[in-house]
């Protein structure tokens, strides 16, 4: 036994060694380098990459080898648009502030590997550097919202190193992998940022807590092999770090096995890990339906876990988790469960629903077949095997406007987007509720069958010509010409087939606001009002007018928020046949 320890002893601190040559500094290659390099279209206009089709990524030259699918992002690059129906096999790390969006939250896809292609042949210890995307310093805030990250390199997001804030919204993190051993870390969560809306599905810690006042809110976990939801480091780099978390829905059957599956767990059973470290979690509306599961396990008794958990429905085996390794400490934990002390698991009763809007992914057969297609034979197998790309941007960026666009695209709550084309749009897509979506043709656009623009969004079609404006009628066959010579601003635009006006007009303010906000709204004639508050999701929080008759004129009400987690949050006015869309900001 004690030769056993020895020589886990020495592998650790030989690993430990290593691990300090891993991290290099970020060396941003030019946005051509990237295009010439991946095997997809994309395009680059005013500091945002498109990448509009599935493809690999094999950067030349890289010090690292193993590294040959990562981009170190350059500072003219402000957003990464990954579209519909796309996988992307590649990584971004940067320091500065970056949005990376995907326009459908199921289909647009950052793709890291099978198991087989990095097992064994990454640096001891190191394999932790192949982030799909790692923010590694630098102190600009950056947002990551509605991705899948599938199969990590090792980890999805890493963020801890950020002085800025790293938020992500409505993001799934999976790993359909064989096996248990895949590194799938899901989030190191960086200071002050928010996880919200988002699934995970990963066969290592879903979320780390190493920073200060980090959040979760609305998030559903599924403890699948190898699987804990909340992990809290070792060591004392993780000393100080805290987590609030609220709606939080976990759910399945498996999970770290040799612990007793813990939801939380940190600490580690090596004796190197010396130095003390004191984490905070609260959470609240909590909903577990485990029967395998301990709610808690720290291996070393170094490291201290503070902080309560309310408002919960727990479905679960035991408080304690027992470690494989060594038994579990609990000399320094005083996380009360439900306003009992520690240990207690039957002191709650509350929520039974909650979590995220997504709680189930199923791999897109566009992707498998891409993944199965490509496998072997370029990035997706081993580096060492794949062709030199030598790819070139698409034109669409850099020749200005398409004569013909036909649009498939489904476009999600918080898109901006605006196709313009000199002929034709042809468009059987759906644009869902909180998407502002404006087509614009010089000839004509056609809705054809599938087509549907959803209540909540913000949809304009438009004929645009030298001068004017034609504004199609509802029947798509017929257009009336309107003279906009005298007006540098047009100002209507068609909306599930109907025209509007910007003479209803709806904000609040203050905005970003914590709290209470002011909305008002000025109505051009007396009309039946609906009013609505909706999260990024879609999901309706509140109606705060129904059918209600008012006059014509400014109106104005008060929006409490008090009871409402930090986050973006959309007002919806319909008047008439007319919607207007606020988004607002509460913070804390």
């Known amino acids: 036994m004690k030769k056993i320890f020895l020589f886990f002893l020495s592998l650790l601190i030989y690993q430990l060694m290593i691990a300090q040559q891993c991290v290099t500094p970020l060396n941003p290659e030019p946005v051509p380098i990237f295009q010439q390099n991946y095997s997809g279209t994309t395009c680059f206009e005013n500091g945002v990459l498109t990448i509009e089709s599935s493809g690999y990524l094999k950067m030349p030259n890289k010090p690292d080898p193993n590294g040959y699918f990562i981009w170190d992002v350059p500072s003219e690059v402000n957003q990464i648009i990954i579209n519909a129906n796309t996988l992307v096999n590649a990584g971004f790390h940067y320091t500065h502030g970056v949005k990376i969006t995907g326009l459908d939250r199921s289909t647009s896809i950052i793709y890291g590997t099978e198991i087989v292609d990095w097992n064994g042949n990454l640096p001891l210890n190191c394999d932790w550097i192949y982030m799909l995307v790692w923010k590694k310093g630098g102190t600009e805030d950056s947002e990551i919202s509605n991705i899948t990250f599938l199969n990590p390199k090792t980890y999805d997001i890493s963020a801890f190193q950020s002085e800025g804030k790293v938020d992500i919204y409505n993001c799934n993190f999976i790993d359909k992998r064989a096996g248990n051993a895949n590194n799938s870390d899901g989030i190191d969560a960086a200071i002050n940022s928010t996880v919200q809306d988002c699934y995970f599905e990963t066969k290592d810690d879903n979320v780390k807590i190493l920073r200060p006042n980090s959040r979760v809110r609305d998030c559903t976990f599924r403890m699948i092999e190898n699987s804990v939801p909340f992990n809290i480091g070792w060591g004392s780099y993780s000393n100080g770090a805290s987590m609030d978390a609220t709606n939080i829905r976990i759910i399945g059957n498996s999970g770290r096995s040799g612990e007793q599956n813990p ?286 008759l008012h006059e014509a004129g400014i109106h104005e009400l008060q929006f409490d928020a008090q009871d409402l987690p930090a986050g973006v949050y959309m007002s919806t006015l319909q008047a008439g046949t007319t919607v207007q869309i606020q988004k607002m900001t509460l913070i804390q």
């Not at 085996?317 to 207690?344: D, F, I, K």
């Not at 566009?366 to 997706?380: E, K, P, R, S, W």
């Not at 304009?460 to 007006?487: K, P, R």
Request: hydrophobic letters at 30%.
């Open 263 to 548: 939801i939380i767990q940190g600490g580690t059973w090596s004796n190197d890990d010396t130095n003390p470290s004191s984490v905070t979690i609260t959470m609240d509306s909590v909903y577990v339906n485990h029967p395998n599961a301990s709610l808690v396990n720290i291996l070393n008794p170094n490291q201290c876990l503070n902080g309560s958990i309310d408002i919960a429905n727990l479905n679960i085996a035991r408080y304690w988790g027992v470690s494989q390794w060594l038994p579990t400490y609990n000399n320094c934990n005083s996380m009360t469960l439900c306003e009992s002390s520690p240990g207690s698991i039957n002191s709650c009763s509350g929520t039974q629903w909650g979590g995220s809007s997504v709680d189930s992914y199923n791999v897109p057969s566009f992707a498998q077949n891409f993944i199965n297609a490509n496998a072997g034979n370029h990035a997706l197998g081993r580096y060492y095997n794949i062709a030199n790309v030598n790819n070139t941007p698409s034109s669409d960026c850099t020749a200005g406007c398409q004569d013909d666009i036909n649009i498939t695209t489904t476009y999600n709550s918080g898109t901006n987007i605006d196709k313009e084309a000199n002929n034709t749009i042809t468009a059987s897509n759906i644009i869902n509720s909180g998407a502002n979506v404006d087509y614009d043709a010089g000839n004509e656009i056609t809705l054809v069958n599938g087509f549907h623009a959803k209540y909540g969004c913000d949809f304009h079609a438009f004929i645009d010509g030298c001068g004017g404006m034609f504004l199609i009628n509802e029947d798509n066959a017929t257009a009336e010409y309107i003279d906009f010579s005298d007006s540098p601003t047009p100002a209507m635009g068609f909306l599930n087939g109907n025209t509007t006006t910007n003479d209803i007009v709806l904000r609040n303010y203050p905005n970003p606001f914590t709290g209470t906000t002011t909305i008002e709204y000025t109505l051009p004639q007396a009309q039946e009002v609906n009013l609505t508050i909706s999260n990024m999701s879609g999901q309706v929080i509140r109606e705060l007018k129904q059918g209600e």
